[in-house]
């Protein structure tokens, strides 16, 4: 592969990334918000309920976004072996970079954040 195929195909996957993530952040912090008020649409949930979002959404997009980035960050490190030029190596060095941190910065974020939920849920008055 060219190149300037490896360094198009790099920015078209990390710009469609960079696109697709503020929609899962946003789907995780309705679901955020949603378990610690136990209220969905305006309308109170069981705490049953809020337990179920947590481990069935919140968890389910927060870490499988994790597992993505790092998979980003296998492919970055691919495409850099695969270049030939050593600016395409380093755009690919950076691409792995802010896709490592964004995977190690969500992972510790959902885990300090399910420390939290799972507080809140133990000290929810059942419904």
Do not use: Q
């Amino acid at each position: 592969m060219s190149d300037l195929t490896t360094i198009l195909l790099m920015l078209a996957t990390f710009g469609l990334g960079t696109a697709s993530v503020p929609f899962w952040l946003a789907r995780m912090y309705e679901r955020s918000d949603n378990i610690v008020t136990g209220v969905v649409d305006g309308v109170p949930i069981s705490r049953k309920y809020r337990w179920l979002l947590l481990f069935n959404d919140y968890l389910g997009v927060s870490f499988g976004l994790t597992f993505v980035m790092c998979i980003w960050v296998i492919g970055f490190l691919s495409a850099s072996e695969a270049a030939s030029d050593p600016n395409v190596r380093r755009v690919a060095y950076f691409c792995a970079g802010m896709a490592g941190w964004g995977a190690a910065f969500n992972l510790l974020l959902g885990a300090s954040w399910t420390v939290h939920f799972v507080s809140v849920l133990r000290k929810a008055r059942e419904d």
